[in-house]
């Protein structure tokens, strides 16, 4: 248990359907963020929130809508997705200010995402 | 251009056994390098952070070792055991800690 925690774990969709992907953390941290997983590639960092203001898009296609409603909470909402969206997405948290600065990354469990 | 590469890409050895994961980077400015473990269907987990002045640091059979003026980092696991099959991702920070660059990581599975 990693304190950040991630609904739902697994998800299969069409290419016209909306969902959405939940991360919420338990830790205090300021900063969120979302990370796409791909077979044999680098974790590729999608966005980033601080103190729940963006400050970070990855030139991420449209399609991927984030929304972070509070520090503690992080959503990614998906729409008309392709099937090379198929990944593991993963939610992380860590602090970012003051004595904290440089804190670890802490990771959800991913949200393993299927785009038929 | 920052970059963290990672060799090898793949690595199986028998239970028991010793092996030596590495890192090379040219991320600047350097702030600190974390190792990560990250178990098939889960996310990462930190298993240590090296900063600029430590050579070395140790987490159980977990050894990491950093040479900053060679930007390179390995991870040495000891004695290696069934759960250690995972992928290792190595993560450098840079620009006061705010920015992280990943590498692709070494997947390594430990045979009986």
């Known amino acids: 248990e990693t304190g950040v925690t991630q609904t739902p774990r697994h998800l299969v969709m069409g290419m016209t359907n909306k969902k959405s992907l939940k991360c919420e953390q338990h830790?205090?941290?300021?900063?969120m963020y979302w990370y796409k997983q791909s077979a044999k590639k680098p974790l590729e960092l999608m966005f980033v929130?601080?103190?729940?203001?963006?400050?970070e898009n990855n030139s991420v296609p449209s399609r991927f809508s984030p929304e972070c409603p509070n520090s503690s909470h992080l959503f990614l909402h998906l729409h008309t997705l392709q099937p090379e969206d198929s990944a593991l997405y993963l939610c992380?948290?860590?602090?970012?200010?003051?004595?904290?600065?440089?804190?670890?990354?802490?990771f959800g469990e991913g949200s393993r995402l299927t785009v038929l | 251009k920052n970059q963290v590469e990672q060799s090898p890409q793949s690595l199986i050895i028998l239970e028991g056994k010793n092996c030596t994961l590495q890192?090379?980077?040219?991320?600047?400015?350097?702030?600190?390098l974390r190792w990560y473990k990250q178990d098939t269907g889960r996310g990462p987990v930190s298993l240590t952070i090296?900063?600029?002045?430590?050579n070395t640091k140790s987490n159980g059979r977990y050894t990491a070792t950093l040479d900053a003026d060679t930007k390179q980092s390995s991870l040495h696991i000891t004695a290696s055991q069934l759960s250690d099959s995972a992928s290792y991702i190595c993560?450098?920070?840079?620009?006061?800690?705010?920015?992280?660059?990943f590498g692709q990581g070494t997947r390594l599975t430990i045979n009986p």
């Open positions: 830790l205090g941290h300021n900063a």
């Open positions: 992380a948290s860590r602090a970012t200010s003051g004595r904290f600065k440089g804190g670890e990354l802490f």
């Open positions: 890192c090379n980077y040219t991320v600047s400015p350097f702030s600190n």
């Open positions: 993560v450098v920070s840079a620009q006061g800690a705010q920015k992280l660059v």
């Open positions: 929130y601080n103190f729940k203001e963006q400050t």
């Open positions: 090296m900063t600029f002045s430590e």
